[in-house]
């Protein structure tokens, strides 16, 4: 698609569906010659709707903002495991439970 399209970067979502209400869930990305990839998030589903959506929302934060493709792939991700814990197509998820996953908390939301 890079090279067809003339695309700086390509993203997809990668999901594994071992049980209806329980997957697994994960981002890569190919930029700049390199592919970046992020952890793998064991997910209780909610929701899936909004979960693609989601995870262009934090992919595009994560390289505008932190001006990084591995960061694009990881708030991306983080954001979108996050989105499928919620009911409803909206995600109700903060930058601060983006960044307290991001550092190893569960998804499960405290607020």
Do not use: C
């Not at 890569?28 to 592919?35: L, Q, V």
């Not at 495991?81 to 409803?88: F, S």
């Amino acid at each position: 698609m890079q090279e067809k399209f003339k695309f700086t970067a390509v993203a997809i979502t990668l999901r594994e569906n071992p049980l209806v209400w329980r997957n697994t869930w994960t981002a890569i990305a190919y930029a700049d010659g390199k592919f970046y990839d992020d952890v793998k998030y064991d997910l209780e589903i909610v929701d899936r709707i909004g979960g693609g959506d989601s995870f262009s929302a934090g992919f595009i934060y994560g390289r505008l903002v932190k001006n990084s493709y591995d960061a694009a792939v990881r708030y991306g991700n983080a954001f979108s495991a996050l989105k499928h814990t919620m009911p409803g197509d909206f995600n109700w998820a903060t930058l601060q439970e983006v960044e307290s996953l991001l550092k190893g908390a569960s998804l499960r939301v405290a607020r």
